[in-house]
């Protein structure tokens, strides 16, 4: 009888220190999840620099990770196209990942996936962005190649119609045959009514592309 009520009190006092840290738990995240009297600091040791030809760069090192990303935005985007004339800046995103003066045909591409990084791009309204994660030993590759399809992107009828082509089946895959594909597009139309240079779909539409015999 003795023992059992030495575990029994055993038993309770453990119950006790449990529910005592529990509520000290509970206090300290509620405490912690309160709004801060002082904004947060983020140590972004970021350098701005402006080069000659008018390029702005904007840097931050981390030596967390032994790679390099880049980012090149162009201050273009779905918003400088014209009525019937949609689609093309979605078309030179595609066109700045293929030939260039100096590079054919998916070596672009090639040359940074075969070095252990990845690349992607998005148009948006007011915007084009590429960006580029590589080995920090292949930053001068990464540049390069930005400058390179940057000055030297090949926009003959030939590398426009492939990429035509491949735009059309993405408006087929994404918007013309997926659920509820159109309603983002015509949300954004009614929202932006009355004004083309927003109230137009960033893909452009498909028989505008198929009516461009050229690139002006």
Known sequence: LTLLRHRAHF???????????????????????GPSDSPLALPLGMERVTLDNGLRVVMNVDRTSPTVAIAVTYDVGSRNEDPGKTGFAHTFEHLMFGATTNLVEGQFEALVVGRGGFLTAVTA???????????????????????????????????????RKVIEEEYRLRIANAP??????????LAFDGCFAYSHATPGAPEDLARADKLA
């Open 11 to 33: 038993a309770l006092a453990s119950a006790v220190c449990l529910l005592s840290l529990s509520s000290l738990a509970a206090a300290d995240v509620k405490k912690s999840s």
């Open 125 to 163: 309204v007011d915007r084009t962005a590429y960006y580029m994660v590589v080995p920090e030993n292949e930053l001068a590759l990464g540049l390069w190649l930005e400058a390179e399809r940057m000055r030297f992107i090949d926009v003959s009828a030939g590398s426009f119609e492939a990429e």
């Open 180 to 189: 509820y594909g159109r309603a983002y597009w015509r949300v954004q139309e």
